[in-house]
């Protein structure tokens, strides 16, 4: 059985700029794959050359086993697609949006009516689908979207940043969609930039300038990075802590985070010691120093602080 | 090519259209609007030229000579005036056109049979409206002569000479040579492909700017669909359109409708199909509206004002001119309304510029959705 989503060796080019530099990466029926990556890493790109909207500039794209750049029309009836910007029609009213998506993914005339009605109820919006689709809310309005690219139940589903812009409880909301729609066997292949989002994932690939540069299920991302170990220290303050701490043996980085500081240890019993030390001999009082697990915004981190290293 | 999917585009934009009331009561109003401004403005006829005249002769053959200028259409006399050099004056403040100076021995000299000098002065700062002018005191002078001259002589005779030659002038298709007929039919074509490439140019630029564009793009609806689907949605608001300018065209300026209503409604369709998609790729090709609506307007309106021998003849313009002028295709329906409002002609004359319609709107359609065919970047 091929994988649902394949990416061998990309390329994207822009004229000089390379906006995709040799991606490769897969994706299984029925998972969640999230895209992780700063703006301009090239995650947009990937998406949209798997939908079709770009042609690679070498290497290869598939979807479904069929190569995107062989077959985009058959490929375009098998996936979902929901970009960045909101990009359903404004003027027409939610139920004119669903009707017209309907007609032109070719969803079955006795299907469309279950469909419709699927979707109303799933975006929340049975209430308002004669209502203009530009008074909606944000959270409605990204709802209203996923609807209208599942209409005709695509085996793919590709969301380029859904729940930017959206408040966290409608996000929740979102990603409860997610779920439901992947565990009736959508494949999933959303961009995000949101940390916790990434938490949601089954598998993450982490892009940085263009390349992918770590792939893995978020646990064992954050068990790789245990090679190193985490400390949360918490002092009076903060940037002086940091200047005294930082270009010491054993300390491999220190970040801002909340009220904190993340610092990666080599020896987190060493460390602790030494950091005491130093912050002690600048005079800067200790609140709190402990070891602590990492989330998916310290691998994130880490992983992009060691590209910028590897590439100045 | 897939009926449900065209059915779909097609529905969506005839719903943006009626939403759009503004936009869509502007699209209404604009040819009777153009038709107006430019039937009315755009009349070509010299007549009741601003006359004045300066007889110095004071008899009763000089008043019979500006009688004659009197009774025509063409003259209208402003005033008499007593002195030769008040003529340059009235020219100069623009109140004449034209003065006509009769000298002191005007009748003295008839009557001795010696050639009598009557002198005409012109503004010529408007060169066409004077040479026009003159063309018609010609006229009236060389007729008023040659009646002087039969008259003498068969007093002379004594009896009723035949006149040499008499030309028996009879002007067809336009029989009082009003140039609001020749203009109104052909200012309809022009008023359509103003419109008609109008409507359409925003139609893509907007998808684009609005993101809607890429979404469109993922999906299985084709370039073609697309393409026809927009069309047929705006061919409603140009048949609309052909139909007002039609109607006014002829009651408001009664421009005679002498050949079949069919032929003229068959080839204004087949000459929306091309404006309409020449709007469109326009619009493919500039994904901007503000660039889209000015390409629109420059690509359409200066070819068919100047291009189209609605009112310049192509024929007089110079060869590299002529050759362009070939591909605007407001230059074939313009002979079309001319031919079926004034003429009344069919398809065995006009069969040329019928075929040529039909080539465009496929060329321009084929070239549309090739442009869209092309990827985001």
């Known amino acids: 059985m091929s994988a649902a989503v394949e990416v061998d060796n990309l390329v994207k080019a822009f004229g000089d700029f390379i906006a995709v530099d040799h991606v490769s990466l897969a994706v299984e029926k029925g998972e969640i794959f999230g895209f992780l990556g700063p703006n301009g890493a090239g995650k947009s790109t990937v998406i949209r050359v798997l939908c079709g909207l770009l042609s690679p500039t070498s290497g290869c794209a598939r979807v479904g086993g069929r190569d995107v750049a062989r077959e985009p029309e058959q490929v375009r009836k098998t996936i979902g697609y929901m970009s960045q910007k909101f990009s359903l029609y404004d003027g027409l009213t939610v139920e004119e949006n669903i009707d017209f998506f309907s007609g032109i993914y070719g969803v079955a005339k006795e299907r469309r009516k279950e469909r419709k009605s699927y979707v109303l109820r799933m975006a929340g919006l049975e209430e308002r689908k004669g209502s203009q689709t530009r008074l909606l809310s944000g959270g409605w309005k990204q709802r209203l979207a996923l609807g209208c690219a599942i209409l005709h139940e695509p085996p793919v589903l590709f969301l380029d940043e859904p729940t930017s812009g959206v408040d966290p409880v409608a996000r929740r909301a979102f990603w409860d969609l997610i779920y439901e729609l992947s565990s009736v066997g959508h494949t999933i292949f959303v961009t995000t930039h949101y940390m916790d989002e990434a938490e949601y994932c089954h598998r993450v690939g982490l892009m940085y300038a263009g390349k992918v540069v770590a792939l893995g299920a978020p646990a064992d991302l954050k068990r790789d990075m245990k090679a190193y170990s985490l400390l949360n220290l918490e002092t009076s303050d903060l940037l002086a802590s940091m200047r005294a701490i930082e270009n010491q043996p054993g300390i491999r980085d220190t970040a801002v985070f909340g009220a904190g500081l993340h610092v990666t240890v080599d020896d987190p019993q060493a460390a602790s010691a030494q950091i005491r030390d130093a912050l002690a001999s600048s005079g800067i009082e200790i609140r709190r120093l402990e070891p602590i697990a990492p989330s998916m915004e310290d691998v994130f981190v880490a992983v992009v602080e060691a590209e910028e290293k590897k590439q100045s | ?377």
């Open chain 2, 1 to 377: 090519m897939s009926p449900r999917r065209l059915r779909a585009v097609l529905q969506k934009e005839l719903r943006h259209i009626v939403r759009d009331t503004r936009s869509l009561l502007l699209a209404l109003a604009l040819p009777l609007l153009f038709l107006v401004l430019f039937g009315y403005a755009l009349s070509l006829d010299v007549d009741r030229i601003p006359t004045v005249v300066y007889d110095g002769d004071q008899s009763p053959e000089s008043r019979d000579l500006i009688q004659r200028f009197a009774a025509s259409r063409y003259f209208q006399i402003k005033g008499f005036l007593g002195d030769y050099h008040d003529i340059e004056h009235s020219i100069d403040t623009n109140q004449a056109l034209v003065g006509i100076a009769i000298l002191r021995d005007y009748s003295r000299r008839l009557d001795s049979g010696q050639e009598a000098d009557v002198q005409l002065l012109l503004d010529g700062s408007d060169s066409n409206t004077a040479s026009i002018a003159l063309g018609y005191a010609d006229t009236v002078l060389r007729q008023y002569s040659f009646e002087l001259r039969t008259a003498g002589e068969n007093h002379k005779a004594g009896m009723l000479l035949p006149s040499p030659v008499d030309a028996q002038l009879r002007v067809w298709y336009n029989s009082s040579l009003e140039s609001k007929n020749f203009i109104v039919p052909g200012l309809i074509a022009v008023i359509l492909m103003i419109i008609a490439s109008m409507l359409t140019s925003l139609t893509i630029a907007r998808e684009w700017e609005m993101g809607t564009m890429e979404q469109l793009l993922s999906t299985p609806v084709r370039p073609a669909e697309l393409v026809l689907g927009k069309m047929m949605a705006y061919f409603v608001v140009g048949t609309a359109d052909t139909l007002i300018a039609v109607v006014a065209g002829i009651s408001i300026f009664q421009v005679p409708m002498r050949g079949s209503f069919l032929l003229l409604a068959a080839t204004s369709g087949l000459f929306l199909f091309g404006a309409l998609f020449w709007g469109i790729f326009i619009s493919a090709t500039s994904r901007s509206q503000v660039v889209a609506f000015q390409l629109g307007l420059l690509t359409s309106f200066l070819p068919a004002m100047q291009l189209s021998g609605f009112i310049y003849a192509v024929e007089n313009m110079p060869p590299p001119i002529r050759l362009i002028s070939y591909i605007v295709p407001a230059r074939y329906f313009v002979k079309l309304t001319q031919g079926i409002f004034l003429k009344g002609i069919g398809v065995d004359i006009l069969w040329r510029e019928i075929l040529f319609l039909g080539l465009f709107g496929a060329a321009v359609f084929l070239l549309t959705t090739r442009k869209m065919r092309q990827k985001l970047a």
